[in-house]
């Protein structure tokens, strides 16, 4: 699914998806050559959001204290199963949910609950591809 055109729909899925970086960013922020990080994008180690300008973009929730997020490689890998929208990840893994615990389920691999975490991307990925 590649960045929506309505500009309604555009903001709500910025807004839940939150501040991004470019190649450029995530180099620095991570300490990665540019082609590691578009390298990583494109094996799921990293979650990259591709956009109608073809400007790939990497959503900050997936950073820790300069680290990928334990556990995303694998969450990213069945949620992949279900439907092949990187930006349907983004919002899955960052949106706030009502009454959910955690709200939102990149808290999960923040907690190092990972286990939790493939559990309900599992339960999402099936839920995806019915």
């Not at 899925?13 to 990665?32: D, H, K, N, Q, S």
């Not at 540019?34 to 950073?63: C, K, N, W, Y």
């Amino acid at each position: 699914m590649p960045e929506p055109t309505d500009p309604t729909v555009a903001r709500s899925i910025a807004a839940a998806v939150g501040p991004c970086y470019t190649v450029a960013g995530m180099a620095r922020t991570l300490g990665w050559t540019e082609s590691a990080v578009l390298e990583a994008g494109d094996h799921l180690r990293l979650l990259m959001l591709p956009t109608s300008d073809d400007v790939p973009l990497f959503p900050a929730f997936q950073i820790v204290d300069g680290k990928v997020v334990k556990g995303l490689p694998r969450v990213l890998l069945i949620l992949e199963i279900g439907i092949e929208s990187p930006w349907m990840w983004a919002q899955w893994l960052n949106v706030e949910w009502p009454d959910a615990n955690p709200p939102r389920k990149i808290k999960y691999l923040y907690d190092g609950r990972i286990e939790e975490a493939i559990r309900d991307a599992r339960e999402a990925a099936s839920a995806w591809n019915s």
